[in-house]
């Protein structure tokens, strides 16, 4: 029936303004409804066909439908998302994709960085929802806020390939641009509650929570515009080159983004008329859930895409890590869809379930992203065991000085050695540089630039010829062991870089000092090495914290949304038992303050699985039945 009332209302006239409140007569012209004319009559009429006709499941919970006598206003309720809504949800997605793809997490400031967008994407998508669940009508007023708040979502697109929070930046432009965006979004908020207090102004007890809201979003709007000339100036040096600078104010966007939310959600949680009773709050934020973890499948797609393009076979560990990454995200669909209650359970408790999901939606993000990034690890992995494999015959073979014959350890490569004026160095030289390239350099995809690495490889080579034919006829000579060993460092960090490169990942810019002027950074296989284990110590530590914050949360959410009927003590325990398994999985992450221990575990294939199976045990707990015994 709501379907049918919904229906009938896209064929009215479009009006300037519509009211929020529930229609009596619905044949009239929206813009020539008098709000303040047919609120105090008591509904009774049940004419099939009309809006009448609903069972009024959306309007407030009192008997007698006399508002004037309650002082409580009808607000119009929709059963379900509006496609205004969901038009909405499209910008958001599209904007958490895009920054999901180009935002590399590999350090912590870009940890850091990547949630604190997602924070302020989130929150200023959720301050719109608040308001168009509860106020929102089809008018050409509300259409053109519509429109700017679309044109601000398209602010957070911009603004994303330059967001280095915490940085040092030359340019604070774009900066300046995105906090007045902020204002407009918030100044357009304060329009529309403005409007909506102007249909309700009848009914007493709107008007203090209504005014309430408007002044912190009125505040929020100037805060957002005063913090912007507080951004740093553009400074040239005596060349004319921009100076980088470091800024701390973007902190404050955070710190407003939250302070506004909560006291926007305090405010309809002490005045309930204004609550989100009737409301299809729920399935907003199942929807954005749902978004969520499609966005999940999309970038573990993506590293199955960019092992397929490096033309790598597909090993049992690697299809494991695939198969266990698409488990993980239909076990979280279930652990959270499946204790979804669609009925009102609390006017306070279903605010508070709705703020929750601000920290559940970025656990799940953080999560899924990175389960991916540990995908490409494990393939990483699998592809230098086989690289280290190739090399191993060689490097042994010059353990023993080059004293036993080289085709016991790497065949006939080397059986030329003497012929045609072929030196051991250049045998040498030519094996670990044919591996390089039968591993790795055979195979770049396109749109990866090697050809820095492939110098360093070519240089490399001269390098390991000269100085091993050197050191094989004086092994005192130092400076000919030197440039052996730098060679051999060379090419083989190189290749070790250019494999992660062709898996897009790399190693942060470091702030440490700088190689003085005329001298040359020796690369060094090690650091290399150590770059990218730290890197992949982030990504393990914040996937398993934000697993395990996942777990926990949608058990507190579980918990909010439990009827009375169902707050039996068996529900209750699996609850707390899907919580005690989010904090073991959280914990999982101490292992890095063990060296050795967290080297084994990321060499080995079963982090993600160890998720997995976390996920797949709450599960089981989740819908585990009591048997019932036998009748007699």
């Not at 608040?130 to 007023?141: G, T, W």
């Not at 279903?350 to 990175?370: A, D, E, K, M, R």
């Amino acid at each position: 029936m709501g379907h049918e009332a919904h229906h009938h209302e896209d064929k009215l006239k479009l009006g300037f303004f519509a009211s929020p409140l529930h229609q009596h007569q619905p044949s009239a012209p929206a813009h020539e409804v008098d709000p303040s004319a047919d609120l105090g009559r008591p509904e009774k009429t049940q004419h099939h066909g009309s809006v009448d006709s609903d069972p009024e499941a959306s309007l407030p919970e009192f008997e007698n439908m006399d508002e004037s006598l309650h002082d409580n206003p009808a607000f119009h309720r929709h059963a379900e998302a509006t496609t205004h809504e969901l038009f909405y949800d499209l910008f958001f997605v599209a904007n958490l994709t895009t920054f999901t793809s180009m935002l590399e997490i590999n350090d912590r400031h870009s940890l850091t960085g990547y949630v604190g967008f997602f924070s302020l994407l989130w929150l200023t998508w959720y301050q719109v929802s608040l308001y168009d669940v509860r106020f929102s009508s089809d008018s050409v007023f509300e259409r053109c806020a519509k429109a700017i708040h679309f044109g601000c979502m398209v602010g957070f697109a911009v603004i994303g390939p330059q967001w280095k929070p915490g940085q040092d930046i030359a340019d604070y432009k774009i900066y300046k641009a995105f906090g007045l965006m902020l204002m407009v979004s918030r100044l357009t908020l304060f329009c529309q509650y403005g409007v909506t207090l102007c249909f309700t102004k009848k009914y007493k007890k709107t008007i203090v929570p209504l005014s309430m809201v408007m002044a912190w979003t009125l505040l929020a709007a100037a805060l957002y515009g005063a913090l912007t000339p507080t951004f740093p100036k553009t400074l040239f040096d005596a060349q004319g080159y921009e100076v980088a600078q470091k800024s701390n104010v973007y902190i404050a966007w955070y710190v407003i983004a939250i302070s506004e939310t909560i006291l926007t959600v305090t405010v309809s949680c002490v005045w309930r008329i204004i609550s989100f009773k009737g409301t299809h709050m729920v399935q907003r934020m199942s929807l954005l859930t749902l978004i969520i973890l499609g966005e999940g499948i999309i970038v573990i797609c993506k590293s199955i895409s960019k092992i397929v393009k490096n033309e790598y076979l597909w090993t049992l560990a690697v299809v494991g890590q695939i198969v266990a990454a698409v488990c993980i995200i239909y076990f979280l669909y279930m652990l959270y869809f499946d204790r979804l209650q669609e009925d009102h359970f609390g006017s306070i408790k279903q605010q508070i379930w709705s703020f929750l999901h601000f920290p559940l939606h970025i656990t799940l993000v953080l999560v899924l992203q990175g389960v991916s990034l540990l995908i490409i690890w494990r393939q990483a992995v699998e592809a230098l065991n086989s690289l280290y494999a190739s090399w191993a015959p060689a490097l042994t073979w010059l353990e023993f000085g080059g004293t036993v014959d080289p085709e016991t350890y790497f065949g006939t490569y080397m059986s030329n050695i003497g012929e045609n004026n072929v030196t051991a160095g250049m045998a040498f030289a030519d094996y670990l540089n044919a591996t390089c390239y039968a591993q790795v350099y055979d195979y770049i995809p396109k749109g990866v630039d090697a050809s820095k690495e492939i110098k360093t490889v070519a240089s490399a080579w001269t390098d390991i010829q000269q100085g091993l034919d050197n050191y094989l006829a004086d092994d005192t000579n130092t400076t000919a062991s030197t440039q052996l060993a730098t060679g051999i460092n060379a090419m083989t960090s190189a290749a070790y870089k250019t494999l992660f490169d062709t898996f897009s990942v790399t190693v942060a810019k470091s702030k440490s000092k700088k190689v003085a002027a005329g001298e040359k950074e020796v690369p060094d296989l090690y650091k290399t090495q150590m770059q990218y284990y730290k890197i992949f110590d982030l990504i393990l530590s914040y996937t398993f914290i934000a697993g395990g914050l996942a777990l926990i949360l949608t058990a507190t959410l579980g918990f909010l949304s439990l009827p009375k009927h169902q707050r039996r003590a068996g529900n209750i325990v699996r609850l707390a038992i899907t919580a005690a398994a989010g904090l073991g999985l959280a914990l999982v992450s101490l292992i890095r303050y063990s060296e050795t221990h967290m080297y084994d575990y990321l060499g080995s294939s079963w982090m993600i699985p160890t998720i997995c199976l976390t996920l797949f045990f709450c599960v089981v707990v989740d819908h585990a039945q009591k048997p019932k015994k036998k009748a007699h």
